[in-house]
Antibody, heavy 121, light 107 residues
């Protein structure tokens, strides 16, 4: 069974930075696109960023473009999300999600348990 | 960007009843690139359906999906206690947008 384990969440002040990690196992990580999806407290799901299997192409939602950067290390089976210039509205549980294919179109067939990011002074 | 609107917002039903959830897209969803996810409190979402009507691995056959173009439906034929949750639709052909969710609660 696919395993995705997020880490790196926590409390950060507005304007600060945080780097999330997602350790993947029990599947061939380098063969699949990956994404980050977030969920603000009591709200719905919002796709944040995506990266192709090789890491050659990345995509981000307009709400985080220019502030968040997705990357991956296929040698370490790890997905990252570098979050800069954080705002209160970025407060959410961040999920790592495995794509069903190498690149679009793909749905999310496995999800991690999430890591909470709280942006507050 | 395609906007997905789910209805109703909340569905109050009893175990054993049939649940019908709707997802309407603002533009036609190409090739049926529509997925459904289930989320229980405190848990990560779980894939239920993809391609509008294909069940994901391990999903019981009381769950079924249908639709094309702009109108899609998720049906749970007979609600089990573990089915009370929030359900999201998602267009994965382009912008990866999610609907706002439908909560299925115990009546």
């Amino acid at each position: 069974e696919v395993q995705l384990l997020e880490s790196g969440g926590g409390l950060v002040q507005p304007g600060g930075s945080l780097r999330l990690s997602c350790a993947a196992s029990r599947f061939t990580f380098s063969n699949y696109a990956m994404s980050w999806v977030r969920q603000a407290p009591g709200k719905g799901l919002e796709w944040v960023s995506a990266i192709t299997d090789s890491g050659g192409d990345t995509y981000s939602a307009d709400s985080v473009k220019g502030r968040f950067t997705i990357s991956r290390d296929n040698s370490e089976n790890t997905l990252f999300l570098q979050m800069n210039s954080l705002r209160a509205e970025d407060t959410a549980v961040y999920y790592c999600a495995k794509g069903s294919a190498t690149s679009r179109p793909y749905y999310f067939d496995s999800w991690g348990q999430g890591t909470l990011v709280t942006v507050s002074s | 960007e395609i906007v997905l609107t789910q209805s109703p917002g909340t569905l109050s039903l009893s175990p054993g009843e049939r649940a019908t959830l709707f997802c309407r897209a603002s533009q036609s969803v190409s090739s049926g690139y529509l997925a459904w996810y289930q989320q229980k409190p405190g848990q990560a979402p779980r894939l239920l359906m993809y391609g509008a009507s294909s069940r994901a691995t391990g999903i019981p056959d009381r769950f079924s999906g249908s639709g094309s173009g702009t109108d899609f439906t998720l049906t749970i034929s007979r609600l089990e206690p573990e089915d009370f949750a929030v359900y999201y639709c998602q267009h994965y052909g382009g912008s990866r947008t999610f609907g706002q969710g439908t909560k299925v609660e115990i009546k």
